[in-house]
């Protein structure tokens, strides 16, 4: 270390003494000035002219390699932004500030009063002056100190060859190189200089940096587009690639073409930088040809499906970190760490040990640019960033604007056909600054986070047409993957990690090219490659860091809505380092600690609840999102993703998903909360291109059906082993598919390993369903239309099997789904799937049919669905998931005992479904049967409460229980959210017996009756609001309330009671006589007959009717009120 210091400093001594002879003797004459016109100054760069040959342009007719033209997606569309012509070689420049008048020259003795700065000299510009650096004024060996530029001043470089070096800059004037009218065509260069062991970090803000609090324009030659996509794809050994644009790239230049592998790290980097030699013009119009310096080492594919990006990272004006000081010194083994027990590689940040050997690449050094506080302003376009970026030291990044505050005027902040590449610290970083501007940039090899959103109040900020690849995590984010510290890559939850030196924002963990703490921007027409994820959006409960409870920002970045709608991106080669991770990743949290340290979790955590009140959940607005006003929608539109474990995760609470595409991935979606996805289309995976096998893990099995087990770890062979179109979740979900198709998905794909059979995937279905819990159970949850199905041989399937050690499962039993046109089961008509595990349960009427463990059933307009809870053993209901019914079965395995059969009106108990301790009862409402009899194994529960009611206001579902003869009974309707009786409401409604059945059916829900020929209590279940008016407690209820609803494409699907937050937690609880908690002795009735006797196994008896006028007082409505009592002996 001391020797490199040494060397360093010795470079530096060479390069102050030969500026102390070069400066101020270049120029011949004190008022040199270069020359502005159209003859001295390089031509603007154009688009191509000249056309391929044709012997070099590939038959355009080969449908194995088609080419792809005008960003073609079959159902998402890919913005681009609006076409330019870039043909003119000399387009007009205006308000160029190095050709004002008043302007004094660098190289002018005068200027400085005597002397013109030399070498080594922090120089600070004369007071209220237009300094002007022209082509001679400094020379390239130059490495000045501290450039100061007081307020008042200015520093302006001219349109002309300039190589400027020093240790930073401190602008609280102004530095200029061109205008947004006025881009510079000669080549102009800022190096700056500095090594990390030579500060005491962090250093101050213009050490080795840019650092502005007054004005910054940075303005190069525009090159359109910035980055396009591949039309064809290109192979490896191939020195031609054709792009869907007409570029006006140069010879000379630097384009990367990334990857189309699964993983994308420092140890699998399959992306490619190339030189430009030549670019020319096709036959295909708006397809061009560019030629490479050298072949390419890799294939970049590029189909109908999708295609890697090609991107532009030269321009013309370079802000870069010195050769000598900028990289990284900790790069032994190249950063690559090997897992000790399968051989498989990833990068090292913080290996398998922990320890210094494993530590590495965090030692990058490279410049910054800040804009710093709200007097600022900072404009750049055509700049490109070159070792930039210091590991680790917060607020060094490439481009920062920081802190600039709410009220940023319109183009103070701008950012446009930018690049940055080899950063050590981030991109482009936006920083309590809104309405900023970051367009059309690139951004490729990174440390950390890339386009990043800093402590999530960035708001009303445009992040438009982007390209970030290549990029870094930092931390042990590779522990999911081994099972160590709490991880597991299959499961939900990972393990929080605290912030630490090396560390310095935990969820840098995942890494990824955008990170965006706060939704309420735009988000339009990027692309994402490589990465944790593509596009992470953590939780933030309140903002972080700076901005932690500071007056003025009190709210939730975690619930804030979308601006507009998520639309036109794309993510790629992402999503490898976790089962759940995604292209795009709606998850994760990230807080502070007591005492202020920052901690993180890359899994589930805290669901967002997206909000128009941004206080909501907050200290400062504890309630939440209460009333359906307030209720927003995450809204995602035009997007895709392609090779990634997972498509989009959302652990949100609302969503719609429309026009979204998913290739080769393992998963479409795995959302939570009311989700409507429309026009998806989910290539399980695509007929033409694979990615390396076992992701390149150097001790891959040979290719095969059935390679042994031990070798490479499960994230390198992930996409090997399995995949799903799309997994309805297994409780408190609203999902609503419609107008979407599925493609290539088969458990016979003949690439698959580590199945049952060679060739054969394990449990690779389009739709699954999770059977694995008994403490985790559906209510009905989801219901699809116009469903298409293309070369699938699997429609749906359970997660888990009757054999497996979950064994026959509550979640299992209540597994259904309306398909409310019939094409998710190939009926055409109206129905609904439900288990097979629950015998005839859903089985609904004699047209039902079964197809892979779900009955299939035509349904007619009476027939609906409904879901109840019915709560007899508070006690031991709370013991659910830790001591009876697991989510999972543990060693040794817990019970779920069966406690009651449901049957439908009209069958035979032994075609019911079977009740567990965790009793919630999801099945059909069948209009011909009428109703559901509940029969307990120890007798029907003294006291039994009904919750979590999921019943339609059109739906009539009768429910049926037995007691003792003479039972009475007092049946009350509360919620169980807290209510106090007030001036405005009552908390408690009283049910009142009738005379029959049919007067129940009739009510709106706050009857009873007690057939005492059948010793049989008939209710209606319906949904109430959370509290009633302020009237009587015994006035019978003269209307329904209306369910609240979940609807989208022509589907409702009706919220439970229990997450519907307008109506808190509706109630009926029933109280008996009985003398024992168990009513006894149970009387041996049978099930009620069903309404028609068309029902599917039409039995029992009883006559629905009062046998007499009764006796006993009852205590379904008050003595004197004038009721039928009807609950008495008879």
């Given at each position: 270390e001391k020797s490199s210091l040494a060397m360093r400093v010795a470079l530096f001594l060479v390069g102050l003494a030969v500026g102390i002879v070069a400066a101020g003797a270049v120029c011949p004459s004190a008022g040199f000035v270069d020359s502005y016109t159209s003859q001295s100054l390089p031509s603007a760069p154009v688009a191509p002219t000249l056309m391929l040959a044709s012997e070099l342009m590939p038959d355009v007719a080969n449908a194995s390699f088609p080419f792809i033209q005008d960003h073609w997606s079959e159902e998402a569309t890919m913005l681009r932004p609006e076409a330019k012509n870039m043909s003119n070689p000399n387009p007009v420049q205006t308000m160029c500030p190095h050709m004002q008048s008043g302007l004094v020259n660098w190289h002018d003795p005068a200027t400085w009063g005597g002397a013109v700065p030399v070498a080594g000299?922090?120089?600070?510009?004369?007071?209220?002056?237009?300094?002007?650096?022209?082509?001679?004024?400094?020379?390239?060996?130059?490495?000045?100190?501290?450039?100061?530029?007081?307020?008042?001043?200015?520093?302006?470089?001219?349109?002309?060859?300039?190589?400027?070096?020093?240790t930073g800059f401190n602008i609280q004037g102004a530095l200029r190189l061109g205008s947004q009218s006025c881009r510079l065509r000669n080549k102009v260069s800022i190096t700056?200089?500095?090594?990390?062991?030579?500060?005491?970090?962090?250093?101050?803000?213009?050490?080795?940096?840019?650092?502005?609090?007054?004005?910054?324009?940075?303005?190069?030659?525009?090159?359109?587009?910035?980055?396009?996509?591949?039309?064809?794809?290109?192979?490896?050994?191939?020195?031609?690639?054709?792009?869907?644009?007409?570029?006006?790239?140069?010879?000379?230049?630097?384009?990367?073409?990334?990857?189309?592998?699964?993983?994308?790290?420092?140890?699998?980097?399959?992306?490619?930088?190339?030189?430009?030699?030549?670019?020319?013009?096709?036959?295909?119009?708006?397809?061009t040809a560019i030629k490479l310096d050298s072949s390419l080492s890799y294939l970049h594919y590029a189909g109908l499906e999708y295609q890697a990006e090609v991107a532009l990272l030269s321009r013309n004006i370079l802000v870069q970190g010195d050769q000598y000081n900028s990289e990284p010194t900790d790069t032994a083994n190249g950063g690559v760490c090997t897992d000790p027990s399968d051989g498989s590689t990833f990068p090292c940040t913080t290996g398998v040990s922990g320890g210094p050997t494993d530590r590495l690449?965090?030692?990058?050094?490279?410049?910054?640019?800040?804009?710093?506080?709200?007097?600022?302003?900072?404009?750049?376009?055509?700049?490109?960033?070159?070792?930039?970026?210091?590991?680790?030291?917060?607020?060094?990044?490439?481009?920062?604007?920081?802190?600039m505050g709410k009220n940023v005027s319109a183009n103070a902040a701008v950012a446009t056909d930018c690049s940055v590449h080899r950063s050590y610290f981030r991109c482009y970083a936006i920083h309590g600054t809104d309405n900023a501007m970051?367009?059309?940039?690139?951004?490729?090899?990174?440390?950390?986070?890339?386009?990043?959103?800093?402590?999530?109040?960035?708001?009303?900020?445009?992040?438009?047409?982007?390209?970030?690849?290549?990029?870094?995590?930092?931390?042990?984010?590779?522990?999911?993957?081994?099972?160590?510290?709490?991880?597991?890559?299959?499961?939900?939850?990972?393990?929080?990690?605290?912030?630490?030196?090396?560390?310095?924002?935990?969820?840098?963990?995942?890494?990824?090219?955008?990170?965006?703490?706060?939704?309420?921007?735009?988000?339009?027409?990027?692309a994402a490659s490589g990465g944790w994820s593509g596009y992470a959006i953590p939780s933030l409960p309140v903002p972080v860091k700076a901005y932690y409870d500071k007056p003025g920002y009190h709210f939730s970045p975690k619930n804030r809505p979308l601006k507009s709608a998520f639309r036109g991106n794309t993510a790629h080669s992402t999503g490898f380092w976790w089962g759940s991770a995604a292209g795009i990743y709606v998850g994760g949290e990230l807080k502070h600690k007591t005492g202020g340290s920052l901690t993180y979790t890359a899994g589930r955590s805290a669901n967002r609840d997206t909000c128009s009140d941004p206080t909501a959940g907050t200290p400062w607005g504890p309630s939440g999102c209460w009333t359906t006003s307030q209720q927003l929608f995450l809204r995602f539109e035009d997007n895709k993703v392609f090779l990634a474990n997972r498509g989009l995760q959302d652990w949100g609470q609302r969503a719609e998903i429309v026009r979204i595409e998913f290739h080769d991935v393992g998963l479409s979606m795995n959302v939570f909360g009311e989700v409507w996805v429309d026009k998806m289309l989910m290539e399980c995976r695509s007929s033409k291109h694979l990615p390396t096998w076992f992701a390149g893990?150097?001790?891959?099995?040979?290719?095969?059906?059935?390679?042994?087990?031990?070798?490479?770890?499960?994230?390198?062979?992930?996409?090997?082993?399995?995949f799903g179109g799309f997994q309805w979740y297994d409780v408190g979900q609203l999902h609503i598919v419609t107008n979407s198709t599925f493609r290539n998905c088969r458990n016979d794909w003949p690439h698959c390993v580590y199945g049952p059979s060679p060739g054969i995937c394990n449990g690779n279905t389009v739709f699954t369903l999770l059977t694995h819990s008994d403490q985790f159970v559906p209510e009905v949850m989801q219901g699809t239309s116009k469903l298409a199905f293309e070369n699938c041989n699997n429609r749906w399937g359970f997660s888990t099997s009757l054999t497996s050690k979950h064994g026959l499962t509550t979640s299992g039993r209540l597994q259904s789904w309306r398909d409310t046109d019939g094409t998710a089961s190939g009926l055409n008509v109206p129905a609904i799937l439900g288990s097979t595990w629950a015998g005839d349960w859903w089985r609904i009427n004699r047209d039902c049919t079964v197809r892979d463990q779900m009955w299939q059933c035509p349904i007619a307009a009476s027939d609906s669905a409904a879901s109840i809870t019915l709560q007899s053993d508070p006690t031991l209901e709370m013991t659910i998931g830790t001591a009876v019914c697991p989510n999972g079965q543990p060693t040794p395995p817990l019970p779920c005992n069966v406690i009651a059969v449901a049957t439908h009106f009209g069958r035979n108990e032994s075609a019911g479904l079977n009740?567990?301790?965790?009793?919630?009862?999801?099945?059909?409402?069948?209009?011909?049967?009428?109703?559901?009899?509940?029969?307990?194994?120890?007798?029907?529960?003294?006291?039994?409460?009904?919750?979590?009611?999921?019943?339609?206001?059109?739906?009539?579902?009768?429910?049926?229980?037995?007691?003792?003869?003479?039972?009475?009974?007092?049946?009350?309707?509360?919620?169980t959210t807290p209510c106090t009786p007030a001036s405005w409401r009552q908390c408690t409604h009283y049910f009142r017996p009738v005379w029959s059945l049919d007067d129940v059916r009739s009510s709106f829900g706050d009857t009873y009756f007690f057939d005492n020929t059948t010793n049989i209590l008939y209710l209606r279940v319906?949904?109430?609001?959370?509290?009633?008016?302020?009237?009587?407690?015994?006035?019978?209820?003269?209307?329904?309330?209306?369910?609240?609803?979940?609807?989208?494409?022509?589907?409702?699907?009706?919220?439970?009671?229990?997450?519907?937050?307008?109506?808190?937690?509706?109630?009926?609880?029933?109280?008996?006589?009985?003398?024992?908690?168990?009513?006894?002795?149970?009387?041996?009735?049978?099930?009620?007959?069903?309404?028609?006797?068309?029902?599917?196994?039409?039995?029992?008896?009883g006559s629905g009717e009062p046998s007499g006028s009764g006796s006993g007082s009852g205590s379904g409505g008050p003595s004197g009120s004038g009721m039928p009592s009807g609950s008495g002996s008879g």
């Open positions: 000299a922090n120089v600070s510009i004369p007071a209220n002056s237009k300094v002007l650096v022209a082509s001679c004024s400094v020379s390239s060996s130059d490495i000045f100190g501290t450039i100061t530029v007081p307020i008042g001043s200015e520093l302006i470089f001219s349109d002309a060859p300039i190589n400027f070096s020093a700056l200089y500095g090594a990390r062991g030579a500060q005491v970090l962090p250093a101050e803000s213009w050490v080795k940096g840019i650092f502005v609090e007054g004005e910054i324009d940075v303005h190069g030659a525009e090159f359109f587009p910035t980055w396009t996509r591949l039309a064809r794809t290109a192979s490896a050994n191939d020195t031609w690639i054709f792009v869907q644009d007409v570029v006006n790239w140069q010879p000379g230049q630097t384009v990367v073409v990334t990857t189309t592998e699964v993983k994308d790290s420092r140890d699998f980097n399959h992306n490619e930088e190339r030189k430009i030699v030549e670019v020319k013009r096709t036959t295909l119009g708006n397809v690449f965090l030692t990058g050094f490279g410049g910054h640019i800040q804009i710093a506080h709200n007097r600022s302003q900072g404009r750049f376009s055509g700049l490109e960033m070159f070792r930039m970026g210091q590991t680790n030291v917060l607020g060094r990044y490439p481009l920062h604007f920081h802190m970051l367009s059309q940039n690139v951004a490729y090899d990174a440390i950390g986070h890339c386009y990043f959103l800093e402590d999530g109040v960035e708001e009303n900020n445009v992040l438009q047409y982007n390209l970030g690849a290549h990029v870094h995590m930092l931390g042990p984010f590779h522990q999911p993957s081994l099972g160590i510290q709490g991880n597991s890559f299959g499961g939900q939850n990972l393990a929080w990690v605290d912030e630490y030196p090396e560390l310095l924002l935990p969820s840098d963990l995942t890494s990824s090219p955008f990170y965006l703490t706060n939704t309420f921007n735009d988000f339009i027409g990027n893990c150097p001790t891959a099995p040979a290719k095969g059906p059935s390679p042994p087990w031990g070798l490479c770890n499960v994230r390198d062979y992930t996409f090997w082993s399995g009740v567990s301790v965790n009793s919630k009862i999801t099945g059909p409402i069948i209009g011909e049967a009428g109703g559901w009899f509940v029969r307990y194994a120890s007798g029907t529960p003294k006291v039994l409460s009904i919750r979590s009611v999921q019943v339609g206001t059109a739906d009539t579902l009768i429910l049926a229980l037995p007691y003792p003869a003479g039972t009475t009974f007092n049946i009350t309707g509360t919620p319906v949904w109430r609001s959370s509290s009633f008016p302020n009237v009587s407690p015994y006035i019978p209820w003269s209307s329904a309330d209306s369910t609240p609803v979940f609807s989208r494409g022509g589907i409702s699907l009706v919220e439970s009671s229990w997450s519907s937050v307008t109506s808190g937690q509706w109630r009926i609880e029933i109280v008996s006589s009985c003398a024992t908690t168990n009513c006894a002795p149970q009387p041996n009735t049978a099930v009620p007959p069903a309404r028609h006797s068309s029902s599917v196994n039409s039995s029992g008896s």
